[in-house]
């Protein structure tokens, strides 16, 4: 009886113990959770990697108040709309799993009419329709989402404004900094750093170029695992479709954002930016996978109280 009262004594001081989440995302006090809607339609791969790259998981009806957030954010009654949740057999079809690892036989599952059917035998990821009913559907497709953070009851956000323990503040210029070792391409990389609450890296100035060099250096050739060019990092410019005139990605020419000390070649045909191991900028397939420096604001995006 005793143990049983401290236990219950501690969840109540838990409870009261106020977490903090990016402002974009609202606090559920039912599900004990951050909700974000994602409108925009996209395929349940893209979906699974902006929730995850924003600290977040593609939202899955495991609990009935995490359905009826999903249900209230959604805002459609209608049966014709859906969003994607995080129930998915793509690693094994037929396996299906929420992104957390719950299977599927815990969840509590309505079905709409005529389904599960697998249709084609391609159908590996799980949707929420506007009557809260489940269907199998293809991960191809495109489909609004949630994304959701169960509140952890810490205080997670720090310096940096974001729970990635990965940006670290630079006092020279007052910016957050992360150099991801996992290559992606100019767009992927363009995705990673937006969801993360950032963009990047644009160099304003000589102080800026020293910052990233010296970034990069924290990241010697050896460290960096796979088989992708090594001595170049993407940054925020690129020639915007147009061969040979570089802006950054907020439209800046590079001189006007502040430094343009290019190593490039016009001939390369190559239309996406990057540095060097010197801070020297340079152009570079934008399909190419490298590895990129994200750059964010300490206060961006807003830290909210749940
Ligand atoms: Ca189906
Ligand atoms: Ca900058």
């Known amino acids: 009886m005793k143990s049983k009262l401290k236990y219950l004594l501690l969840l109540l001081i838990l409870n009261t113990i106020e977490a903090s989440f990016r402002c974009d995302y609202k606090y559920s006090f039912k599900a004990h959770a951050w909700f974000k809607s994602v409108v925009v339609p996209a395929t349940w791969f893209d979906a699974r990697l902006r929730c995850s790259l924003e600290g977040a998981v593609l939202a899955s009806p495991t609990t009935p108040e995490i359905l009826a957030e999903m249900r209230n954010l959604m805002n ?16 094994s079809q037929g396996d299906f799993y929420t992104i957390e690892g719950i299977p599927l036989s815990n969840i509590p599952v309505t079905w709409a009419d005529n389904e599960p059917n697998n249709e084609d035998n391609k159908e590996s990821c799980i949707t929420l329709n506007g009557n809260g009913e489940l269907a199998d559907r293809q991960c191809q497709e495109t489909r609004p989402y949630v994304c959701y953070r169960m509140k952890t009851f810490k205080e997670e956000i720090k310096d940096c404004g974001t729970v990635d323990l990965e940006y670290n503040l630079d006092a020279r210029t007052n910016k957050c900094y992360k150099f991801h070792t996992v290559p992606r391409n100019f767009s992927r990389a363009f995705l990673a750093c937006s969801a993360e609450g950032g963009h990047l890296a644009i160099i304003n100035s000589e102080t800026e170029a020293t910052v990233l060099k010296e970034i990069f250096a924290k990241y010697p050739e050896a460290d960096l695992v796979g088989s992708f060019r090594k001595d ?32 490039g070649n016009p001939a390369s045909g190559q239309s996406c930016g990057a540095i060097d191991r010197n801070a020297r900028l340079d152009d570079w397939w934008c399909d190419a996978t490298i590895p990129f420096i994200c750059e964010k604001t300490p206060d961006f995006p807003a830290k909210c109280f749940d």
């Open 76 to 91: 459609h009654s209608n049966p014709e709309f859906e969003i994607f949740t995080g129930i998915h057999a793509t690693v």
């Open 232 to 263: 170049g990092a993407f940054i925020g410019f690129h020639d915007w479709g147009e061969s040979w005139d570089w802006r950054t990605i907020h439209g800046q020419t590079l001189t006007d954002a502040g430094y343009s000390k290019f190593r």
